[in-house]
């Protein structure tokens, strides 16, 4: 269905994730049918631009980053209506100007006062700019007219800074106008473990303690950090990663089933969830955790030099590119299963998966197989590059004599669909635009994040007061991560999946 009419005014529009996803994404709206027919794009940053030249760099930018061959039709509807505005909220009277644009574009448009606003500004953009939206009248709904505004990562650095940040949001916004956005609920592998659990019978009635051994969340990266030393120095793979992505995860695989499959029941499950994770004291936290950087190496062919060689990144830097963590979520169904998380950069293989792993037979009646050497029962939930699903069990191999070997039965999204392929941001704005927040996080949730990774980051910083970090390890570009990180779960008798 297409949505209502709206205008879209894009806060950043001269930056990378403008050119880069934005712009391919609403084109592959435009191309599904699934814009709106009355669609206005407003750009809005910094410097000073043309009506003309934005349109040009956009279409330049479709060009570059399109996922889908264009056509002429398509690209001409998105940039039908295109402007630019020039606009700080620094500077007096530039969003009074900016509002009189709006307006303007609405009347001839006739987007009917429909407004999202697209916050791809860095952080310290979001509260002064949506202030200034307040300031401006610009944010207020009506009956008739629907407001909303997209707020990009990082939401905050830490717990208190999210907290301020929702606060200064919610003094000019209700909640339900606060799209925070998080990029892997636009994963189609990462919806999907929804459906997993939730539309087959077969899966939830193991979901639990008396079941499930285990959970292993991966996300690996082979990319350094390059040119974003600024950034990454002054974040880490803690922040960059886990209270928003890898968190996503956690939430969708923990979560109780909520009752109805709307927005309000889906977030309410995901944040309880969230505010389960035990609170560590920071020797706990200490103890269940690992932090790495990376030294030179290879990855993939490449010769990457080691992190603090970096450009922007300090040479004594104790900020970690990898990190891997040991968390309980207490409640009645997971008392007693650890959640294993990794993340980190520079590693040897890109991979993102959820690893559940069940608990094995009672006792084994094959002689020759004892049960420590079955086969382990996993279900995997591939979600990038791999988009799968694996169960991994035990078969006999064939021959006289009773061999047990490990199988594996693989479903792979792309033999049984055939979709072309996406930024990963059509659904969201696409929910945006149709006013659906499921896929978006809702205030608490990204403060229990928050609060669940707090206790690692005040232990870290403890540690770096009294010793500069020593407990900071370190592993080669191009490997699995630190030895460290495999005695986190080894200590446990269990096992990372292998990377490599
Ligand atoms: C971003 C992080 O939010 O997510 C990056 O800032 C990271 O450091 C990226 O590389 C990972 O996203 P994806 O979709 O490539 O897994």
């Given at each position: 269905a297409h949505p209502d009419p709206c205008c879209f005014v894009i806060f950043g529009a001269s930056g990378d994730l403008t050119r880069r996803l934005l712009l391919p994404a609403l084109y592959n709206l435009a191309a599904s049918d699934l814009m709106p027919e009355r669609f206005a794009l407003v750009g809005v940053a910094r410097g000073e631009d043309t009506d003309d030249s934005f349109r040009a760099r956009l279409e330049e930018a479709l060009r570059e980053f399109s996922t889908r061959p264009l056509t002429r039709k398509t690209v001409a509807r998105i940039l039908k209506n295109v402007s630019y505005v020039q606009a700080d909220p620094e500077q007096e009277g530039s969003f009074e100007r900016l509002k009189a644009h709006i307006e303007k574009v609405e009347t001839d448009v006739g987007t009917g006062g429909n407004r999202i606003f697209y916050l791809a500004t860095p952080p310290s953009g979001f509260a002064p700019i949506v202030t200034a939206l307040g300031q401006a009248g610009l944010v207020k709904q009506s009956r008739d007219a629907w407001r909303r505004v997209i707020v990009e990562k990082p939401f905050g650095t830490d717990l208190e800074s999210a907290r301020k940040l929702n606060e200064s949001l919610l003094e000019i916004l209700q909640e339900d106008q606060i799209f925070r956005m998080d990029?892997?609920?636009?994963k189609e592998t990462v919806q999907n473990i929804m459906i997993l659990r939730f539309a087959n019978g077969l899966f939830e009635p193991l979901w639990n303690r008396n079941h499930i051994d285990h959970v292993q969340i991966t996300v690996a990266e082979t990319v350094d950090v390059g040119r974003r030393g600024k950034f990454y120095d002054a974040t880490g793979a803690l922040r960059d990663m886990v209270p928003n992505h890898m968190f996503q995860l956690l939430s969708l695989v923990a979560m109780e089933a909520p009752a109805r499959f709307d927005a309000p029941a889906v977030r309410a499950a995901k944040a309880e969830v969230l505010q389960a994770i035990s609170q560590y004291t920071p020797a706990e936290a200490m103890k269940n955790s690992v932090r790495a950087a990376y030294e030179g190496g290879v990855v993939r062919g490449q010769k990457v030099t080691a992190y603090r060689e970096t450009p922007d990144v300090l040479a004594d830097s104790a900020t970690e590119t990898y990190v891997a963590l040991k968390l309980m979520v207490d409640t009645w169904r997971w008392a007693g299963v650890p959640f294993y998380l990794r993340t980190g950069k520079a590693l040897g293989a890109r991979k993102s998966e959820v690893a559940i792993k069940f608990k094995e037979a009672p006792f084994s009646m094959f002689r020759n197989t004892p049960v420590d050497r079955l086969a382990q029962n996993f279900l995997v939930l591939g979600i990038q590059p791999d988009e799968t699903i694996k169960l991994h069990f035990n078969a006999k191999a064939p021959g006289p004599e009773l061999e047990i070997g490990g199988v594996d039965m693989t479903f792979r999204y792309d033999d049984f669909f055939d979709a072309a392929p996406t930024t990963g941001y059509e659904t969201l704005i696409y929910d945006c635009m149709a006013g659906d927040g499921m896929l978006f996080q809702r205030a608490d949730a990204v403060e229990a994040g928050w609060a669940a990774v707090e206790p690692f980051q005040k232990a870290w910083a403890k540690a770096n007061d009294r010793d500069?970090?020593?407990?900071?390890a370190t592993y080669p570009a191009g490997t699995d991560g630190p030895e460290e990180a495999d005695k986190l779960i080894s200590r446990d008798g269990r096992a990372w999946r292998p990377l490599l």
């Open positions: 990029h892997y609920l636009g500069g970090g020593k407990d900071l």
